[in-house]
């Protein structure tokens, strides 16, 4: 039947997503852990530097750097990131000890602010941030034609790290898609087990992908709040919003602010300002990557639960086919969670109607066959009379 058909389709997305999200975050982890924003944005500029003849040709690929750095870590300001927000404007990557929104106009400026050419006994740049170039500077102009190749290259090397987490997890938790669907397809017990924890799945999933939700609002509660305290604009706008809870937002905040009255006043307003954007429940990736894995464990899947063995046979020889099905895994789980759980509220959205309809036919033919009965059962009543 189709109902059996979507059940078992749910059962497989859903050990599919959990896997996904543990995937999702390793990748995020490897990327905080190895700065691969920063390392990325720290080479785009170098290059930029070197393009536009900012750098001395005889200096090494240390000292080429430094001055990168040098320039990013202008006026002490932390910069940006090359994947872009809906609006346009850069995010920022953490790369000092404070941080700001920093556009190309801005990025020109630190540049323009450095001696030129740089040379190797180059001179620390002071640190007041210079204000930035205007849009019609062939800086800014060269800045927003190299966007689009910083940005690719900073998506291929997360391709990269997610295809390699991907082979990882699907390797390490033995899972072979096609004989997962099998299994399933064969196993009623088990997806039904599967389909009645779909509440729980699509909560772990909901929690995993909003962790970025603070970070997509956040800038826009700081605007806010620069347009409510004016004077206050530059202090807000070397806040931090980057962070995965409300809590943490706030402290950046705060550490950015002047000890003055108006201080808990404009803590509290940016509190109802992220309040209005966000609705969801603070919590941490290594939280929801737990509950995925402790989910996964009740459906009958752990960290290597089969041993090496599982991927020989019984000659001892290498079992192509598991590795395969492995592989397959992985390619499936580099589609990323936000994917499976799309294709997993579409199906489920499928299933249910279909399931109450069948529920109601099955209804009607067990009521249908009831009368039957006892008009059977009347027919035969041998009658008395008085």
Known sequence: MLSDVLGVLIAFISIILLLSIVVTALTQATQATFRVRGRNLLTSVTRLLEATNRLDAGLSRTEKRKAAARVLNNGNVATVDKVKKPDGILRRVILGPRTSWVEARELAAAIRHMDSPISSDATTANNDMPPPAPPEDPLVKEIKRAEPSWCKRFQYFMRLITIGWSLIIAIGFQVSAPSLFASLSQDPARTALILGEQAEVTKIATEALAEDEYDLVSDEALDELAKQYPAFADDIAQAGNAAPTKAELLQQ?????????????????????????????????????????????????????????????????????????????????????PFWFEQLRTLAALRDPRAAAAEKRREKETELKVADDEFTLVRRTPRRDG
């Open 253 to 337: 905040l705060l550490d950015v602010l002047p000890d003055v009255p108006e201080r808990p006043a404009m803590v509290q307003a940016y509190s109802k300002l992220i309040d209005a954007r966000v609705t969801k429940t603070d919590t941490s990736a290594i939280d929801s990557t737990d509950d995925a894995v402790n989910k996964l464990s009740t459906f009958g899947i752990s960290w290597w639960q089969h041993g090496a063995a599982y991927y020989y046979d019984q000659q001892g020889g290498v079992n192509v086919s598991v590795l395969i099905g492995a592989l397959i895994t992985a390619i499936l789980l580099t589609f990323g969670a």
